[in-house]
């Protein structure tokens, strides 16, 4: 079993940044894919980004990329999500999610995860 916490999130003008961390527990977090989701207020739930166990291959939705970055410290435990020029559509809550995938892939498709945290509320103001 592997545990997610997310934190980090709040609120923050257009234009500004924040910095989303996911930490893990339960077991090492070594061989585990991880991704960032985040659902909008009437809206499903959409892929953010995704890094492979290694942190050598990540991946990001078009509406992100340039933006947002994604980064781990497997020793840490811990996976974090760089916001930057941040929107008022950007607004959401966003969920990190673990699947243990060693390798070089990745998935895009939330139900593709076993583990999911709790989510953390993202606000841009505009």
């Known amino acids: 079993q592997v545990q997610l916490v997310e934190s980090g999130g709040g609120l923050v003008q257009a234009g500004g940044s924040l910095r989303l961390s996911c930490a893990a527990s339960?077991?090492?977090?070594?061989?585990?894919?991880v991704g960032w989701f985040r659902q909008r207020p009437g809206k499903e739930r959409e892929f953010v980004a995704a890094i492979n166990w290694s942190g050598g291959s990540t991946d990001y939705a078009d509406s992100v990329k340039g933006r947002f970055t994604v980064s781990r410290d497997n020793i840490k435990n811990m996976v974090n999500l760089q916001m930057n020029s941040l929107k008022p559509e950007d607004t959401a809550v966003y969920y990190c999610?673990?699947?243990?995938?060693?390798?070089?892939?990745?998935?895009?498709?939330?139900?593709?995860?076993?583990?999911w945290g709790q989510g953390t509320q993202v606000t841009v103001s505009s």
């Open positions: 999610a673990a699947v243990y995938l060693p390798g070089s892939m990745w998935y895009r498709i939330a139900v593709k995860y076993d583990y």
């Open positions: 339960g077991r090492t977090f070594s061989g585990y894919v």
